[in-house]
C-alpha cells in the first residue's frame, strides 16, 4: 500500500460521542440554570497529537465544557497544531486563522506552540500559546478565556476519557519524546527526550479501553522499542503482579487483553526479534511499522541513521522465517541532500529484496532548525525528487499487488470499519486504520462496526482486497 507520509487534522466530529454526552448532560441539569460553557476544538498531526488531544478533551468534559463543531457558536477555540513540516505549519498556521475570524478566543497548543514566536508574529491576539503535552497549561488557558461552571451531576466522562478515534479502535502512547537526533527531525526539540509511562500506567489503560470495546489497541510513541530505556526498565504494578517497563513485556501484556494490538513506530533494534514469536502465537498483531527512511548507506549516514541494510534484510527473513504472515509497513525519504542517482537506485533495488508489504514516501522537505539544512551536501532538484517519487511509488505498487495477489483464495479475519447494505469496508491484520489497503467485505447479512469476520479473498487490485463473508 502506498501512502502519502504528510499526516493531516481532523477537527472533533465523532456526532454519536457528542450527541450522547450533549443528551446526557441536558438531562441531568436544572434548566434554569446557565448553560455550559463551549469549546470548539481543531487536531492536527499525528496519532501521538491525537493522543494529546483525547486527553484535553477529557479534561474539559470532567470540568464541565460543551464540546461543539462550530467555531462561530463556541465560547472558546483550541488549535492542536503540527510543526514538524513546514506544509503541517502552513496547515497550522491556516487553521489558527480560521478560528479567529470566527472566534475571537482561541487558545493554540501541540508542537508549534514550541515556538510561540512564530505565532505570535502573524497571529498577535492569540489568547494563548502552549507547548506539545502541556495539559495543565492549555486548561489554565481555558480557565482565564472561559472559567467553568462546575455541575457534579452534569460532568459525567467515561472511564476511558473521550475519543476522537470511532468505538472499536483506540491509540495508546505509551511515551513522550526521543533520543535519536535524526538530521532531519525536531521531535526531540519540539517534544524533548523520551519519557516513558510506567507500564502498569499503560495496562490500566489499555484494560479501560478494552472494558468499553475497543477491539484494536495501536500503540503509538516516538520509538515504541525504546520504551522503558529511560527508566531502565523499572519495575511497575498491574493486578498485583511487578512487570517490568520494557518493550517485550509490554507486547506480552496487551497479548493477554484478548483484542488486536498493533504496534507502530518500531526501529529495529535487536530486543524487537524477541516479540516475533508473540505474533506467531497469535498475542499481538503480525505488523511492524518500521520507518526505515532509506537504504543507501551514504544517504543513511548523514541521515544519522542506522546504515547495516544488508544486515537488516536478514533480519527481515528470519522474522518471516518464525512467522510468515508478518505485514511490514514503512517510510522513506526521496530527494534528501546528496542523494544521488545511485543512492537512490540502491534504494530501489532494497526495496525489491526487501518486499515490504505497506510503504509510503515523500519528498525530502526541509525543516527549519533541522541539523539536516547544515551537512553542506548539494541539493536535489524539485523535478529530479518528483521523477524520483514517482519511480519509487511505480516500484512499489508493483510489490504490493504482487503479495496482495497472493492472498486471493485465502481467508482472512477482517475488522469492519463502515457498514453497507451490501458491501462494508474493513482490514485485515496487515492493515491499519487511515495508512494501509482496506478490505471489502460483500455479505448476505449486515455487518456492524467493530464486528471481526472471516472474509474469503476472491480478488486482489495494487492496494486492496475484496471479498465475501464466510
Given amino acids: 500500500m502506498l501512502q502519502s507520509a504528510h499526516e493531516g487534522g481532523i477537527i472533533f466530529g465523532d456526532l454519536a460521542v457528542f450527541i450522547a454526552l450533549w443528551l446526557q448532560s441536558w438531562q441531568s441539569k436544572d434548566m434554569s440554570t446557565p448553560s455550559a460553557p463551549r469549546i470548539s476544538f481543531v487536531s492536527l498531526g499525528c496519532p501521538k497529537a491525537l493522543v494529546d488531544s483525547e486527553r484535553i478533551l477529557t479534561n474539559l468534559r470532567a470540568e464541565g465544557y460543551e464540546l461543539t463543531k462550530s467555531h462561530s457558536g463556541a465560547d ?59 495539559y495543565e497549561s492549555v486548561m489554565q488557558a481555558v480557565h482565564e478565556a472561559v472559567p467553568p461552571q462546575h455541575d457534579p451531576f452534569m460532568n459525567l466522562v467515561p472511564d476511558q476519557g473521550i475519543k476522537l478515534t470511532p468505538r472499536h479502535y483506540a491509540y495508546l502512547k505509551i511515551s513522550e519524546g526521543c533520543n535519536n537526533r535524526c538530521s532531519f527531525c525536531i521531535i526531540p526539540k519540539l517534544r524533548g527526550d523520551l519519557v516513558s509511562r510506567p507500564i502498569g500506567d499503560v495496562l490500566r489503560e489499555a484494560e479501560k479501553l478494552v472494558k468499553a470495546g475497543v477491539k484494536e489497541l495501536l500503540v503509538i510513541s516516538q520509538d515504541t522499542s525504546a520504551y522503558g530505556l529511560d527508566m531502565r526498565y523499572a519495575e511497575s504494578t498491574f493486578q498485583d503482579r511487578t512487570i517490568r517497563t520494557r518493550f517485550y513485556e509490554l507486547a506480552q501484556e496487551l497479548g493477554n487483553l484478548g483484542v488486536w494490538t498493533r504496534l507502530h513506530y518500531v526501529y529495529p533494534y535487536p530486543h524487537v526479534d524477541e516479540v516475533i514469536p508473540l505474533m506467531a502465537e497469535g498475542k499481538i498483531l503480525p505488523y511492524l511499522d518500521i520507518p526505515f527512511q532509506h537504504a543507501a548507506p551514504n544517504v543513511l549516514k548523514a541521515m544519522k541513521r542506522p546504515g547495516n541494510q544488508e544486515k537488516t534484510l536478514e533480519r527481515i527473513k528470519s522474522w518471516r522465517a518464525i512467522c510468515p504472515d508478518l505485514a511490514i509497513r514503512s517510510t522513506f525519504i526521496v530527494g534528501f541532500p546528496g542523494e544521488t542517482e545511485d543512492d537512490f537506485q540502491f534504494l530501489l533495488d532494497w526495496l525489491e529484496q526487501a518486499k515490504l508489504d505497506r510503504v509510503g514516501a515523500f519528498k525530502y522537505e526541509a525543516v527549519k532548525g533541522a541539523p539536516a539544512n547544515d ?9 529530479i525528487k518528483q521523477s524520483r517519487y514517482e519511480r519509487f511509488m511505480k516500484k512499489q505498487q508493483g510489490i504490493s499487488a504482487a503479495i496482495l495477489k497472493r492472498k486471493v483464495g485465502k481467508r482472512l479475519s477482517v475488522m469492519i470499519d463502515e457498514a453497507g447494505p451490501t458491501v462494508a469496508k474493513g482490514r485485515s491484520k496487515a492493515d491499519a486504520p487511515e495508512i494501509d489497503g482496506s478490505v471489502y467485505v460483500a455479505s448476505r447479512r449486515p455487518l456492524r462496526v467493530g464486528e471481526i469476520v472471516s472474509v474469503k479473498i476472491e480478488r486482489a487490485d495494487a492496494y486492496d482486497l475484496h471479498g465475501t463473508a464466510v
Fill in 76 to 134: 472558546a477555540v483550541i488549535v492542536n497544531t503540527c510543526g514538524f513540516l513546514d506544509s503541517a505549519k502552513a496547515e497550522s498556521l491556516a487553521a489558527i486563522g480560521a478560528a479567529l475570524k470566527e472566534n475571537g478566543k482561541v487558545i493554540v497548543t501541540g508542537c508549534m506552540g514550541a515556538e510561540p514566536e512564530q505565532i505570535r508574529d502573524i497571529y498577535p491576539n492569540i489568547s494563548a500559546i502552549t507547548g506539545p503535552q502541556a
Fill in 375 to 383: 551537512l553542506g551536501l548539494a541539493l536535489v532538484p524539485e523535478d
